[in-house]
Structure formats: structure tokens, C-alpha cells
């Protein structure tokens, strides 16, 4: 049957002269969804940066002159698909995908589909994984040589380990992809899609520009970027070379607007396209929001609410006048989600976040008189709770751990009373205009009440769950992952790629990440969502998780091996490279053991380590990792195939970087002690060097900025740590 139809097609189709080139039909089904046709599209563009004299063309049926066939879709979607594999169609769920040569065909023929189209998708891009392309966060690496194309041998079926492979994004600090244009997240996205991550949380807070709302009179005013930081490029600019002319480092998104007005209008077309692009590649989308903090200007319309302490302290939180049932607090809330629900009406996941420093335990007492019912079987207490709280190995333990489980005690009760006014209404502010609902997702719900969470959180909630700040910390307290009841709840896990209390010098928890990556499959977990700032080092890290989301107990040590050396075409690179990120995972772990905040990039940044206090041992044992870690880079570089070395230059650029910036942070340290001792000449003299140290790993990290992250970097160094540093040597030099 799929001969005489594949025939068919051959004689219905136009005919051309024949050329020396092997002519490659991709085959789509005359009605084929949008993804279908751009999986084609793209397949074609693969062809022909992998295989030598191809021309390949899409078509809803095989060219006359086709020495190869492939097929696009599914048997549903591309009659020659059904005609092709008849009943060997395996059984595969939306997200399972088939890659498999047909025999018996006139030409060489294979079908690439999937359970569904973005499945079909995927298919392709796994394709141009066999085929030697590796897909990575800043654009494809090509094999280094072309070769003939051959369709043979190929019998694939997958099916994922992890169902949900959420990227996070927008979050906050100039660092991060806050600071990214439209058009970088949408080169992003094009690069997850092919390792085949499946949907996108736009993470924002009450300060950003991109919610507008109004409630008992007062209008949201607070519009604000990286919480209001400016950070101008004048004429003593480090690095100003990486900003083309600019006199102010910037969103391109927003560049020059100022008022509120502007700034929102330009937040909710930048938020709005990320969106759209999410869903162009064929992924769900969600926004994350922080339901009970709102901007400093609604404390005027909530008596008695408190400033919370964050950054630049721009959020008011509720106080002890409200309780989780306060009316007036129920519809300021309900005023925000209705704006959220009316602004972004193509959202797939409302995601609402326990506030990060829970302080509204005045009615912990009240709020666990709603929930005690639900537990009175399973002989759970509120002391039995706070005992498991307090006695912790995570941050949040001791009386920061009770403090965040009362906490968010009265926050999930506010929330359950919330859901439950929302069935009640007209108009479900907890769904879309359509009536279908939000897939709502809860996430940072204190770790005590994990075993607890089907009675604790709204009905058919997701838990998004957080342990502690950074992978490693994870690990060392993964017992709790067991306590979550993943057969009641479904359960994400939030996993931290690079932590901004770890800061900003390069980092890796590869490892950590593997060993997390096991236990969600071990616990069947549906997935994980990233966190992360910069993402500068963090290829191999997604390129694990993107590989094991789809196979069982991979050790990352392997997938990393078989990414280098693919990309490098040389194993003795590859282990090196291996040998590179242990150190400089090593230094991670050691910046999270000593000093979480090492280099958190606000305020202070480097004149904080103006102390008289002895310099730690650690930091001498951190420059030994970060050392080794840049040596093996320029080793690895040198014995590495063309099309790995801007990637790994880049990689060592920064490892210079960093040298310097711990230098200068040593520099700093030597600099309080001897102004201590009263060496005011020694003082002076080391505080000389760490201005050029600072301004030597600024323009270092100039000569590589790759992206809005690496310029937000630059911009952030000059602002907390370079200019900083000049003034308090004037300061120093005018009081000698």
C-alpha cells in the first residue's frame, strides 16, 4: 500500500531536471499543523549544515527526481506516514516520538513524527542530535566536517522520564534575563525547544512593569527594572567597549522610556511576545507571581501591612490586622489575579509563590484550626510540624525555620479561603475567560509540610517545590524529597542551576543536579523547573538536563564526556573539560559552604569584605579551583576542532575574570586590615590593586560579552564594585 501511494505521489509531483546533488523530498501532510510544517522546515535547514551535496524541499508530496523520502507527522496527520508504517505505529503518548527507516520503499525513505506535533518536532531535533549537531544555549555546534547523507539503520522510539522541563525566566538583577530583549529570549527558546524543554514560567515580581492594576482608588505606580538600579556608562566605565556607544546600560526593550505609563505598556508587549514564542515553539506558558506582596504605594488601601524586607525594601506585605480571611486583603488579591487573567489571556499556568521571608505568622493559630480536620487521622500537629521546621539542616531552620513554616501556614490558608471564593464566582479568577482552568501551580511551600501537601494546598494544585538555595544544599537534604506524596500531588522540583547568593562568578552544580535528576525519576516526579541568573557556564548543565529528562540514570559525567568530545572531536579535550568543571564545581560548593552572599550583586559588593577580619583559608583553596579550572580551558581549547573554540575561549576569558576579581577582593581584605594597624601607605597601596585587579577583569570580561547577561555583568561590576572602589580610595587619599 505505502508503494503504490508512495508512486503516486511521484507522478502527481512536478519533475525537474535532475542534478548532481542527492534531492531529498520532506514530505508534509496537506494539512499539517503549524509545527509539523516548521518541523520540516527546519529539518531541511539541518540537512544541508550536516550532509555534503543535498538539496532538500518540502512538499505535501515526494519530488519525481527524489533519491530520498522523508516523512513528516503522524499517521493522523500524513496519509504516506500510515500508508508507511501501516499498524508498526508504536503506541506513544503526546510527548512520545519515532524516528524509524521504512524498508521495502523505491528510494531511501524515513519517518520522523511524533505523538503530537511538537512531539514531531522534537523528532527532527533529536535527528539532528544522531546527526552529530549539538544543541546549545547560545546556538548550535555543527560537526566539524560534512559528510553523505544516509537514511538507514534508524529504529527510535522515546518517551520522556520527566514529563515537565519548565525554564524559568525574567526574574530579576540587570544579570539575569531581566535584562534581555525580546528578541534574546526568543533566540533562547529557539535553542530549548530543540533539547526539547516544554514550557515556560515567566517569573516577576510586584516592582516590574508588567501588571497594571487599580484597587480602592489607587492605580499601581511602581514600574521598575533590577528594583530601580540605574546604571549609567560614562567616561570612567570599565569595559565601556562591550556597549556600542550606550550612555546607559539598559532593556533594549525599554531603553529611554521613563513614566509608568510607558514603562507598562512596553512590559506587558515585552511579556506578551514571550508568550507568543513559548507557544510558537510550541511549549505551554505560565506567569509566577507573588500574590501577597504588593508595591509600597497599596499600603495606603491595607492598614496595617508591612514593608518587607528585600532589596531596596520596594514591597508591602500583610501585617498582624490581617488574617488569612481579611476581606479587604481577599480582594486586593482578587483585583491583582483578575488584572493577570485579563492582561495575559493566552496564559496555560498560574504559578503563586509563598512569599521568599514568610513574617506573617501572627495567625498561625487560626490558620492551622482550617487545616487540623484534614489532618486529625494522621496524628499530624502544629508542634509536631514546627519541631520538624526548627530542627533542620536547611537556611530556614531554628527560629527562621519556624517563623517560614508559620508563615506559610497563614499564606495557604488565605490561599485555600481564596479558591474557595473563587468557586463561588461568575467569573473564576483561577481560569481563563474561556472557563478552563488554570493548571495552578503552588510553588516554595515550606519543606515541613511537604508530607502534608494533598491536605494543605488548593484541590488539583501542582507543588513546585523549593528546598534550599543552591543543589548542593538540596542534596545534602534529599531525604525530604521522600516525604512529598508524589502519588497524591504532582510534584516538580525547582532545581538551581547558579544561585545569585552564590553570585556571580562562574559556577557549576552539574553533579548535584545528576543526583537530583535520579531521585525525581526514582520518585516519579513530572519534573523540574530551572533557576538561575547568568547563564554563561551553564551549557553543559541544560545539555544534561535536556539528555537524562529522556533517559534513566545517566551519570552526568557521561553525558558531559559525550558532549565535548563530540563537539571538540577530541576525547583528550573532553576529559579535560571533565577535569575543568570538577574544579570549578568544587569552588561553587565551597563560595555556597563559607559564605552564601560571597558575590550577590547588589550594593556592597566588594567593599563588604572591608573588614579586619583574617583572610579565610577557603578563599586561598576557591583561587586554587577557579586556577585549575582556567588552565585546563586554555588546555582543552588548544586540542579542540574549530567549532568548539569560540565557545571554550569564552569559557576561559571568564575563568581570567574571575582570578582577577578574587584578587581584588583579596586586595580589599589586606587593604581594612592594614588601615586597621594604622598602615595607611599599605592601605592605600592595596586598595591600588584592587582597582586595577576590578578594572582588569572588567575589561576581560568585555573582551567575550556574548549577551545582555555578560553586559549586565560589566554594568553591575562597574557600579558595586569599581566606582566604589575609586571613591573610597579618594576618600582614603584626602584623609592622609
Given at each position: 500500500?505505502?508503494?503504490?501511494?508512495?508512486?503516486?505521489?511521484?507522478?502527481?509531483?512536478?519533475?525537474?531536471?535532475?542534478?548532481?546533488?542527492?534531492?531529498v523530498?520532506?514530505?508534509?501532510?496537506?494539512d499539517?499543523?503549524?509545527?509539523?510544517?516548521?518541523?520540516?522546515?527546519?529539518?531541511a535547514?539541518?540537512?544541508?549544515?550536516?550532509?555534503?551535496?543535498v538539496?532538500?524541499s518540502?512538499?505535501?508530496?515526494?519530488?519525481?527526481?527524489?533519491?530520498?523520502?522523508?516523512?513528516?507527522?503522524?499517521?493522523?496527520?500524513?496519509?504516506?506516514?500510515?500508508?508507511?508504517?501501516?499498524?508498526?505505529?508504536?503506541?506513544?503518548?503526546?510527548?512520545?516520538?519515532?524516528?524509524?527507516?521504512?524498508?521495502?520503499?523505491?528510494?531511501a525513505?524515513?519517518?520522523?513524527?511524533?505523538?503530537?506535533?511538537?512531539?514531531?518536532?522534537?523528532?527532527?531535533?533529536?535527528?539532528?542530535h544522531?546527526?552529530?549537531?549539538r544543541?546549545?544555549?547560545?546556538?548550535?555546534?555543527?560537526?566539524?566536517?560534512?559528510?553523505?547523507?544516509?537514511?538507514?539503520?534508524?529504529?527510535?522510539?522515546?518517551?520522556?522520564?520527566?514529563?515537565?522541563?519548565?525554564?524559568?525566566?525574567?526574574n530579576?538583577?540587570a544579570?539575569?534575563?531581566?535584562?534581555?530583549?525580546?528578541?534574546?529570549?526568543?533566540?533562547?527558546?529557539?535553542?530549548?525547544?530543540?533539547?526539547?524543554?516544554?514550557?515556560?514560567?515567566?517569573?516577576?515580581?510586584?516592582?516590574?512593569?508588567?501588571?497594571?492594576?487599580?484597587?480602592?482608588?489607587?492605580?499601581?505606580?511602581?514600574?521598575?527594572?533590577?528594583?530601580?538600579?540605574?546604571?549609567?556608562?560614562d567616561g570612567?566605565?570599565a569595559g565601556?567597549?562591550?556597549?556600542?556607544?550606550?550612555?546607559?546600560?539598559?532593556?533594549?526593550?525599554?531603553?529611554?522610556?521613563?513614566?509608568?505609563?510607558?514603562?507598562?505598556?512596553?512590559?506587558?508587549?515585552?511579556?506578551?511576545?514571550?508568550?507568543?514564542?513559548?507557544?510558537?515553539?510550541g511549549?505551554?506558558?505560565?506567569?509566577?507571581?507573588?500574590?501577597?506582596?504588593?508595591?509600597?504605594?497599596?499600603?495606603?488601601?491595607?492598614?496595617?501591612?508591612?514593608?518587607?524586607?528585600?532589596?531596596?525594601?520596594?514591597?508591602?506585605?500583610p501585617?498582624?490586622?490581617?488574617g488569612?480571611?481579611?476581606?479587604?486583603?481577599?480582594?486586593?488579591?482578587?483585583?491583582?489575579?483578575?488584572?493577570l487573567r485579563?492582561?495575559?489571556?493566552?496564559?496555560?499556568?498560574?504559578?503563586?509563590?509563598?512569599?521568599?521571608?514568610?513574617?506573617?505568622?501572627?495567625?498561625?493559630d487560626?490558620?492551622?484550626?482550617?487545616?487540623?480536620?484534614?489532618?486529625?487521622?494522621?496524628?499530624?500537629?502544629?508542634?509536631?510540624?514546627?519541631?520538624?521546621?526548627?530542627?533542620?539542616?536547611?537556611?530556614?531552620?531554628?527560629?527562621?525555620g519556624?517563623?517560614?513554616?508559620r508563615?506559610?501556614?497563614?499564606?495557604?490558608?488565605?490561599?485555600?479561603?481564596?479558591?474557595?471564593?473563587?468557586?463561588?464566582?461568575?467569573?473564576?479568577?483561577?481560569?481563563?475567560?474561556?472557563?478552563?482552568?488554570?493548571?495552578?501551580?503552588?510553588?516554595?511551600?515550606?519543606?515541613?509540610?511537604?508530607?502534608?501537601?494533598?491536605?494543605?494546598?488548593?484541590?488539583?494544585?501542582?507543588?513546585?517545590?523549593?528546598?534550599?538555595?543552591?543543589?548542593?544544599?538540596?542534596?545534602?537534604?534529599?531525604?525530604?524529597?521522600?516525604?512529598?506524596?508524589?502519588?497524591?500531588?504532582?510534584?516538580?522540583?525547582?532545581?538551581?542551576?547558579?544561585?545569585d547568593?552564590?553570585?556571580?562568578?562562574?559556577?557549576?552544580?552539574?553533579?548535584?543536579?545528576?543526583?537530583?535528576?535520579?531521585d525525581?525519576?526514582?520518585?516519579?516526579?513530572?519534573?523540574?523547573?530551572?533557576?538561575?541568573?547568568?547563564?554563561?557556564?551553564?551549557?553543559?548543565?541544560?545539555?544534561?538536563?535536556?539528555?537524562?529528562s529522556?533517559?534513566?540514570?545517566?551519570?552526568?559525567?557521561?553525558?558531559?564526556?559525550e558532549?565535548f568530545?563530540?563537539i571538540?572531536?577530541?576525547?583528550?579535550?573532553?576529559?579535560?573539560?571533565?577535569?575543568?568543571?570538577?574544579?570549578?564545581e568544587?569552588?561553587?560548593?565551597?563560595?555556597?559552604?563559607?559564605?552564601?552572599?560571597?558575590?550577590f550583586?547588589?550594593?556592597?559588593?566588594m567593599?563588604?569584605?572591608?573588614?579586619?577580619?583574617p583572610?579565610?583559608?577557603?578563599?586561598?583553596?576557591?583561587?586554587?579551583?577557579?586556577?585549575?579550572?582556567?588552565?585546563?580551558?586554555?588546555?582543552?581549547?588548544?586540542?579542540?576542532?574549530?567549532?568548539?573554540?569560540?565557545?571554550?575561549?569564552?569559557y576561559?576569558?571568564?575563568?581570567?575574570?574571575?582570578?582577577?576579581?578574587?584578587?581584588?577582593?583579596q586586595?580589599?581584605?589586606?587593604?581594612?586590615?592594614?588601615?586597621?594597624?594604622?598602615?595607611?601607605?599599605?592601605?592605600l597601596?592595596?586598595?591600588?590593586?584592587?582597582?586595577?585587579?576590578?578594572?582588569?577583569?572588567?575589561?576581560?570580561?568585555?573582551d567575550?560579552?556574548?549577551?545582555?547577561?555578560?553586559?549586565?555583568?560589566?554594568a553591575?561590576?562597574?557600579a558595586?564594585?569599581?566606582?566604589?572602589?575609586?571613591?573610597?580610595?579618594?576618600?582614603?587619599?584626602?584623609?592622609e
Open positions: 500500500m505505502f508503494i503504490r501511494l508512495l508512486i503516486a505521489g511521484l507522478c502527481i509531483a512536478a519533475t525537474g531536471v535532475a542534478s548532481a546533488a542527492e534531492q523530498s520532506i514530505v508534509v501532510g496537506p499539517a499543523p503549524f509545527l509539523e510544517r516548521f518541523a520540516a522546515d527546519e529539518l535547514r539541518q540537512l544541508t549544515e550536516v550532509f555534503s551535496d538539496e532538500p518540502v512538499a505535501t508530496s515526494p519530488a519525481a527526481n527524489a533519491n530520498h523520502v522523508i516523512l513528516i507527522g503522524s499517521p493522523e496527520s500524513n496519509a504516506l506516514v500510515k500508508a508507511a508504517v501501516g499498524d508498526q505505529w508504536p503506541t506513544l503518548s503526546d510527548q512520545g516520538l519515532v524516528i524509524r527507516t521504512v524498508n521495502g520503499a523505491p528510494q525513505t524515513l519517518v520522523v513524527g511524533g505523538g503530537s506535533p511538537i512531539a514531531t518536532l522534537w523528532a527532527v531535533y533529536e535527528l539532528g544522531r546527526n552529530g549537531i544543541y546549545l544555549l547560545r546556538g548550535d555546534i555543527l560537526p566539524n566536517e560534512k559528510r553523505p547523507l544516509d537514511l538507514a539503520g534508524h529504529d527510535l522510539v522515546m518517551e520522556p522520564e520527566l514529563r515537565v522541563r519548565t525554564w524559568r525566566t525574567v530579576c538583577f544579570v539575569g534575563p531581566e535584562s534581555w530583549g525580546l528578541a534574546d529570549h526568543e533566540k533562547l527558546l529557539a535553542q530549548l525547544a530543540k533539547m526539547k524543554f516544554n514550557d515556560v514560567m515567566v517569573s516577576v515580581w510586584p516592582w516590574h512593569p508588567f501588571l497594571s492594576y487599580e484597587f480602592d482608588g489607587v492605580q499601581k505606580q511602581t514600574a521598575l527594572l533590577w528594583f530601580g538600579e540605574e546604571y549609567p556608562l570612567e566605565t565601556k567597549k562591550a556597549f556600542g556607544g550606550l550612555k546607559k546600560f539598559e532593556n533594549p526593550d525599554f531603553a529611554g522610556l521613563s513614566t509608568p505609563e510607558e514603562m507598562m505598556s512596553a512590559g506587558v508587549t515585552h511579556v506578551r511576545g514571550i508568550i507568543d514564542a513559548a507557544h510558537r515553539f511549549m505551554t506558558a505560565g506567569i509566577c507571581i507573588s500574590p501577597l506582596e504588593f508595591p509600597r504605594e497599596f499600603q495606603a488601601v491595607l492598614p496595617g501591612s508591612r514593608v518587607a524586607k528585600s532589596v531596596q525594601d520596594l514591597t508591602v506585605i501585617g498582624a490586622e490581617q488569612p480571611q481579611d476581606e479587604t486583603l481577599l480582594r486586593l488579591v482578587e483585583t491583582q489575579l483578575g488584572a485579563d492582561t495575559y489571556p493566552e496564559i496555560d499556568s498560574l504559578y503563586l509563590t509563598m512569599p521568599e521571608f514568610p513574617e506573617w505568622d501572627q495567625h498561625a487560626t490558620a492551622w484550626d482550617l487545616f487540623a480536620p484534614r489532618l486529625k487521622e494522621r496524628g499530624v500537629t502544629i508542634n509536631s510540624l514546627i519541631a520538624s521546621a526548627r530542627g533542620r539542616g536547611l537556611i530556614a531552620s531554628g527560629d527562621r519556624e517563623r517560614a513554616l508563615g506559610n501556614l497563614v499564606a495557604l490558608a488565605f490561599l485555600d479561603q481564596l479558591a474557595a471564593r473563587d468557586r463561588t464566582r461568575n467569573d473564576p479568577l483561577l481560569s481563563r475567560r474561556s472557563g478552563a482552568p488554570f493548571d495552578l501551580v503552588i510553588a516554595d511551600v515550606d519543606s515541613a509540610l511537604f508530607p502534608v501537601l494533598d491536605a494543605v494546598l488548593p484541590s488539583n494544585a501542582v507543588a513546585m517545590n523549593f528546598v534550599d538555595y543552591t543543589a548542593r544544599r538540596v542534596v545534602a537534604n534529599r531525604e525530604l524529597l521522600r516525604t512529598v506524596p508524589a502519588d497524591k500531588v504532582r510534584s516538580r522540583l525547582i532545581m538551581t542551576l547558579a544561585d547568593n552564590v553570585g556571580i562568578l562562574p559556577q557549576s552544580s552539574l553533579q548535584s543536579l545528576g543526583t537530583l535528576t535520579n525525581l525519576q526514582e520518585l516519579k516526579w513530572e519534573g523540574f523547573s530551572t533557576r538561575y541568573w547568568l547563564t554563561a557556564e551553564l551549557d553543559p548543565t541544560v545539555y544534561y538536563l535536556s539528555r537524562a529522556w533517559q534513566r540514570d545517566v551519570r552526568p559525567k557521561d553525558v558531559f564526556i558532549l568530545a563530540t571538540t572531536g577530541k576525547p583528550s579535550a573532553a576529559d579535560r573539560l571533565w577535569l575543568a568543571f570538577e574544579h570549578l568544587a569552588a561553587t560548593n565551597l563560595i555556597d559552604e563559607h559564605d552564601l552572599g560571597f558575590t550583586p547588589v550594593p556592597g559588593l567593599l563588604k569584605h572591608s573588614t579586619d577580619a583572610v579565610p583559608e577557603w578563599w586561598t583553596e576557591a583561587v586554587e579551583h577557579y586556577t585549575e579550572y582556567s588552565n585546563e580551558l586554555y588546555r582543552a581549547h588548544g586540542a579542540s576542532n574549530p567549532p568548539a573554540r569560540k565557545l571554550l575561549f569564552y576561559a576569558k571568564r575563568s581570567e575574570y574571575v582570578l582577577d576579581y578574587l584578587a581584588a577582593v586586595a580589599v581584605r589586606e587593604a581594612a586590615i592594614a588601615k586597621a594597624a594604622g598602615d595607611q601607605d599599605k592601605s597601596e592595596q586598595l591600588e590593586a584592587a582597582i586595577t585587579a576590578t578594572y582588569n577583569c572588567i575589561n576581560t570580561l568585555a567575550v560579552a556574548h549577551d545582555q547577561s555578560d553586559r549586565g555583568l560589566i553591575v561590576l562597574n558595586y564594585a569599581y566606582r566604589p572602589l575609586l571613591a573610597e580610595f579618594e576618600k582614603q587619599s584626602e584623609a
